[in-house]
């Protein structure tokens, strides 16, 4: 059974950069799948951030590609989100998950899925 766990603080002031890692288990991140950044604002839809593949390949949403980064740590299973010069807007709960498909604003793309880390931009 593959698991996903982000980690990563809770609480940042705008202009900082998060940094959010998702430790995966069961599954190693390198082998198959796609693995997603998504993030949902209060009361508003999922929204889908970017995504690495097995291969080592990123894809990002074009919204958000200038401020941006996935990278992963193969030996760790571990892949990671930075996000530039956040906001209050980027204020969310991030989740990170796993499946067949990337690049889509919907849960039943995914097969797997974090429980979801809250994110808070306040000065």
């Known amino acids: 059974q593959v698991q996903l766990q982000e980690s990563g603080p809770g609480l940042l002031k705008p202009s900082q950069t998060l940094s959010l890692t998702c430790t995966v288990s069961?599954?190693?991140?390198?082998?198959?799948?796609?693995w997603s950044w998504i993030r949902q604002p209060p009361g508003k839809e999922l929204e889908w951030m970017g995504a690495?593949?097995?291969?080592?390949?990123?894809y990002y949403s074009a919204s958000l590609k200038s401020r941006t980064s996935i990278s992963r740590d193969t030996s760790k299973n571990q892949f990671t989100l930075q996000l530039s010069s956040v906001t209050p807007e980027d204020t969310a709960v991030y989740y990170c998950?796993?499946?067949?498909?990337?690049?889509?604003?919907?849960?039943?793309?995914?097969?797997?899925w974090g429980q979801g880390t809250q994110v808070t931009v306040s000065s």
């Open positions: 998950a796993g499946g067949r498909g990337y690049g889509a604003n919907r849960r039943d793309v995914y097969d797997y």
């Open positions: 690495i593949r097995s291969s080592g390949s990123t």
């Open positions: 069961g599954g190693s991140i390198s082998n198959y799948y796609s």
